[in-house]
């Protein structure tokens, strides 16, 4: 049994609970560990993302909620930042690395708010051309490897989210394969772990998580090792669907949790 998640939003991005309640929840429910990972900052305005001058305050919640919670549940202050984040708000715990945008002629378009907005972007900037978005958006991904700080790859192939029910990709072209293991290759010279994240599966998008199952497969027989992440946007989805994917990473699965010993035995 998988007893983190590391990929948790609350109300200071789009999630729908405070940090407090969701802390509540992860104890009730025997978590060893929760690691929290709003979304950080833009270097443009969204409406989704911490705010840069609420990112104080969400750092003195967690820290008080680490302090509530000593000796029985781990929490940890990290952030999900995009490639584009405004990163001037100093260390956390750790960084999820996410491509939530493309950067085209100067223009971001968003990977995964719409299919509606999906087709509109690859209409205007990638003349109708899906594979081309797809390698654009790779390149991207490929270049969170320059981070300075990473500690895990977010949703690798996000540029799939609408791909079950729509169909505009194709994974088996030579092209698509080509791009997402060039991407692959560079991340996994960081040795992070990626995600294997059920998000898109709780929220109605997806039927399997991210990456998806041919990526994990190259993914660990090139050395990458992985997390499960729920990527929870509310209490209820915390560590959802751990116990049916873990096999995703083919035996190459990190459990940060087993090394939180906590004093008090859990519920
Ligand atoms: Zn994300
Ligand atoms: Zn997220």
């Known amino acids: 049994m998988i007893c983190g998640d590391y990929h948790v939003h609350s109300v200071f991005s789009d999630g729908r609970d ?11 429910t025997g978590m060893k560990e929760i690691g ?10 969204t409406d989704w993302n911490v705010r840069k001058d609420r990112m104080k305050a969400y750092r003195e919640t967690v820290e008080l909620i680490k302090k509530h919670y000593e000796g029985r549940l781990g929490v940890l202050c990290g952030i999900e930042r995009d490639l584009y984040a405004d990163r001037d708000y100093g260390e956390l715990d750790y960084v999820i690395g996410s491509v939530h945008f493309v950067k085209k002629d100067g223009v971001f378009c968003p990977v995964d708010s719409s299919f509606e907005e999906l087709q509109r972007e690859v209409e205007a900037r990638f003349a109708g051309d899906y594979l081309s978005f797809a390698e654009y ?13 990473l500690d895990i790859v977010g949703h690798f192939d996000l ?29 996994i010279k960081r040795d992070v772990p990626f995600e294997i ?11 399997t998580p991210y990456p998806s199952k041919e990526i994990c497969g190259y ?3 090139r050395g990458g090792r992985f997390i499960l992440s729920s990527d929870s946007h509310a209490k209820e989805t915390l560590r959802y669907k751990f116990d049916e994917f873990g096999n995703y990473a083919n035996g190459r699965l990190v459990d940060r949790a087993c090394a939180y010993s906590p004093a008090d035995p859990l519920i």
Not at 18 to 28: C, N, Q, S, W
Not at 37 to 45: L, N, R
Not at 197 to 207: D, E, K, L, V
């Open 137 to 149: 958006y790779y390149d991207e991904v490929a270049s969170l490897s320059l981070s300075k700080k």
């Open 18 to 28: 405070t940090l407090e309640d969701i802390a509540a929840v992860a104890y009730k």
């Open 197 to 207: 994240n059920t998000g898109a599966i709780s929220r109605g998008y997806r039927t």
């Open 219 to 221: 993914i660990a027989s």
């Open 159 to 187: 540029v799939t989210k609408f791909n079950e029910k729509e169909k505009y990709l194709d994974a088996e072209s030579e092209r698509y394969k080509k791009a997402w293991k060039c991407a692959a290759d560079e991340l």
């Open 36 to 45: 929290f990972s709003d979304h950080s900052p833009m270097i443009f305005d």
